[in-house]
């Protein structure tokens, strides 16, 4: 039936039922003309009509106000509209007799759970026989005709969450549980489950049979409904990707495609998905103000749907009035790459049929416009996009041994550059400097060459020796003990040649000898004599470009104390400098009696003595470089590499106690670069790094979800024990040994989650390179 009918449907009706609390589920009578709503404190049952609801009959009145009345799950009979049952919250299941009157309703109380009772459903063809799940791990059968139950069925799991009677197979019922399996039983065959299979990465909540098709929908906390093929051997079919967690699933009747959902947390909507585009509702009801807690369509009706919700309210939608989401969403997107290429995909609104050979083009372009005119629901899922992609070309303005050519076809991508470093960079095993020059090599290799400088930055300064252990804080690099003695002279060369040295400045060479003589014996070093002695390390300032052109790492062991000293100094070169930092520090620490630049001869005199003296020199403050390595590190984290910033943290050992970074930083950079080394399924990488840690966070991380649970091959029942394979449950060690060759396996250990049976790993691989059924129990095992 087309949904062009719609408009024939009433419209969306609401009605408020409960002041004290809400309901957490619902069910319909088998003529789809009542409701019945169930709560911690509410179980009424309403008749439906075209202009609301009416309320027929409240059982919780008078002082009957037991637990066993607080209900998390309420179901209908499918054959005997006067019987209902509930599973409540203390675990009792009670059935329900709508044609007495008072106390006689309650029909029967099954008090048999040990815990909580989550879901009770009736047979559909058998009258008297319904089953419940519990927060105990299992499934009771009853017969309403006895008093007590009739089977348990064991699940091997911590919590029963949902239960359904197949409609292609009476006897057959699915269970779901929040181990995230999916249990498929036969009613006759209570000592074990006919199918079992992993479904889900969390706790499953709810599952629903299609009414003619042999698939089954769950819904899990991971915010995704699968659907499966349970023809055979179980496969997945179609997957939809929410935005929470998946409480309800419905399908739609008369819809093949079409299934309901509502959410537990967050999203209060509901939702009507198209299986076969998954990421977008086909339709949506936003009437509700708080979670939705139960759902269900009228019978065969397509187009009405009810809900209750936590906010104590039923509503009977009106499937016209639903909002469609794919007609308010962007047809079309686009996205920016680090590299400056683009992507841009776009809706394709024409579905024109691909004829082979000569075909008429008129004939043609009327199918296209006609398929182009199909109702919505008809061309929902055959929307579709085109993808392009704009790729950056690279065009350098010069090349040469300066600008070399970029070549495209040998540059690495960003992923084979993280994973090489990832592998090849050390941590530990040698001295600091040969680790820092190690990894600068493999920086290089892989064309990070701001890594590389840093890596030797670190090596220099910290794997020399005046960072042997043990490392303690400095106020600089200097180990001068007093003030006094941390002066140093100023050189100050002039603009004159060498070869004009020797003639007196302002006539006084004399003078200025027996001054500097003086100068030097109260702690300041001069040059004297005309001979021009080298400087002091730590004494000789550069300008930053040169800095930058004339320094290389062959010559950095000339570093002392914050100052390079590469030959004779030039200090008119770094004073002309205006727009330098190093300008203005020189500048506040020339002493205030220089000579004014008028006193100055526009030209030199022809023989220039060599010294110049200085009166007073204050003190050049020390340079340290931790907050040099911080800033470096934090860089390198901005730009996207935290690889870099961790790994020289955790090389530098207990050198990084120097380093002025905050704990909250280091422990945000260990969990971004463990993510990334598990997103490219680097274990062993990503193992060492946790073990290399010193945050307590991450140390934790290879002691959680450590824990596989398994059950005994034998029993079926979950191993609690601490001797390894032994079972308290049933005394038997058989689960050790191997189902091939039935010996004790020492050393690796595989197993079927299903059955439970496993044993020596290429004893598995030969067998079932023939086989497909389990050598023990004739299990379909998913060995891989």
């Known amino acids: ?187 006759r065959k209570w000592d074990k489950c006919m199918v079992q299979f992993t479904a889900h990465s969390g706790p499953i909540y709810t599952c629903d049979w299609h009414p003619t098709r042999n698939w089954l929908a769950t819904g899990s906390r991971d915010k995704q409904i699968k659907v499966w093929n349970m023809d055979g051997r179980a496969s997945l079919e179609y997957t939809i990707h929410t935005i929470a967690v998946v409480g309800r699933v419905k399908w739609r009747p008369e819809r093949t495609y079409h299934i ?88 394709i609104k024409e579905y024109a049929i691909k004829s082979s050979g000569l075909s008429n083009t008129k004939s043609t372009n009327f199918i296209s416009r006609r398929k182009s005119n199909m109702p919505g629901n008809v061309q929902f899922h055959l929307d579709h996009s085109k993808m392009y992609m704009f790729m950056l070309k690279n065009t350098n303005m010069a090349s040469g041994p300066e600008f070399p050519a970029h070549d495209t076809t040998t540059e690495l991508r ?48 910290y794997g020399t020796k005046h960072f042997e252990p043990p490392f303690e804080h400095r106020s600089s690099f200097s180990n001068q003990k007093n003030p006094i003695t941390s002066r140093r002279a100023a050189q100050v060369a002039s603009d004159w040649t060498p070869h004009d040295q020797g003639q007196e400045l302002n006539g006084n060479s004399q003078e200025t000898q027996h001054e500097a003589v003086d100068a030097s014996e109260d702690g300041d070093e001069l040059v004297v004599g005309g001979k021009q002695n080298p400087p002091p390390t730590s004494s000789v300032i550069l300008s930053e470009t040169q800095i930058i052109s004339e320094i290389t790492f062959d010559n950095f062991e000339l570093l002392r104390n914050g100052f390079i000293y590469v030959g004779p100094a030039d200090l008119t070169k770094a004073l002309a400098l205006p727009d330098t930092a190093l300008h203005h520090d020189v500048q506040a620490a020339r002493s205030q009696l220089d000579l004014k630049a008028s006193e100055h001869e526009k030209s030199p005199p022809p023989q220039v003595p060599s010294i110049l003296k200085v009166s007073h020199v204050p003190p050049i403050p020390m340079w340290e470089p931790h907050q040099f390595v911080v800033d470096a590190l934090m860089l390198q984290n901005d730009v996207g590499d935290v690889q870099t910033a961790l790994t020289i943290l955790i090389v530098m050992g207990e050198a990084r106690q120097l380093l002025p970074i905050e704990d909250a930083v280091v422990e945000h950079w260990f969990h971004t670069y463990v993510d990334q080394l598990h997103r490219y399924e680097l274990w062993n990488e990503a193992c060492e790094v946790i073990n290399r840690a010193w945050v307590r966070s991450v140390q934790q991380l290879n002691q959680q979800s450590t824990v596989m649970p398994t059950n005994c091959g034998e029993c079926g029942r979950p191993l609690g024990g601490t001797v390894g394979w032994y079972c308290d449950k049933c005394k038997s060690m ?51």
Not at 276 to 290: G, K, L, M, V
Not at 442 to 457: M, P
Request: aromatic share 10%; charged share 20%; hydrophobic share 35%.
């Open 414 to 461: 960003v992923h084979e550059v993280f994973i090489g470093c990832a592998r090849e960079l050390l941590l530990s095993g040698k001295k600091l400097a040969e680790l820092c020059e190690h990894n600068a090599e493999v920086s290089r290799k892989y064309g990070k060459y701001n890594a590389t400088t840093l890596w030797n930055f670190i090596k220099l300064f």
């Open 260 to 347: 309901a959902s509502c959410a537990l947390v967050v999203d209060y909507s509901v939702h009507v998905w198209d299986i076969r585009r998954p990421y977008i509702p086909f339709a949506s009801f936003n009437d509700h103000t708080n979670v939705t807690t139960g759902i269900a369509w009228q019978g065969s009706d397509s187009h009405c749907l009810l809900s209750t919700s936590k906010d104590s309210s039923i509503y009977k939608h009106a499937f016209k009035d639903a909002t469609r989401p794919a007609l308010k969403a962007n047809a079309q997107g686009a996205s920016l790459g680090r590299h400056g290429d683009i992507s841009f995909a776009n809706k």
């Open 734 to 784: 058989q689960s050790a040994k191997c189902t091939v060759c039935n010996l004790i396996v020492r050393g690796v250990y595989a197993w079927c989650q299903g059955c439970s049976h496993g044993g020596h790993i290429d004893h598995l691989q030969q067998y079932f390179a023939k086989h497909s059924k389990c050598p023990k129990c004739g299990h379909l095992c998913a060995f891989s």
């Open 1 to 187: 039936m087309p949904d062009t009918l719609e408009d024939a449907d009433p419209s969306t009706v609401s009605l408020r039922i409960c002041l004290e609390g809400h309901a957490n589920a619902l069910a319909l009578n088998k003529e789809n003309n009542q409701i019945a709503v169930a709560g911690r404190s509410l179980l009424k049952v309403y008749s439906i009509d075209t202009e609301g609801f009416t309320e027929v009959c409240n059982m919780r009145v008078g002082k009957n106000q037991n637990l066993s009345y607080s209900s998390n799950d309420v179901a209908w009979s499918t054959l005997d509209s006067n019987i209902l049952a509930t599973a409540a919250t203390n675990g009792v299941v009670s059935v329900w007799d709508l044609s007495k009157f008072g106390r006689q309703k309650q029909l029967l109380v099954y008090n048999e759970h040990e815990r909580t009772a989550h879901t009770v459903t009736f047979h559909s063809t058998e009258a008297n026989i319904l089953i419940s799940g519990s927060q105990d791990g299992t499934i009771k059968s009853f017969d309403i005709r006895c008093d007590t139950s009739v089977n348990t069925y064991f699940s091997n799991s911590e919590s029963v969450r949902d239960l359904k009677f197949s409609p292609h197979s009476p006897n057959v019922f699915s269970a779901v549980s929040e181990n995230g399996t999916v249990q498929l039983w036969d009613m």
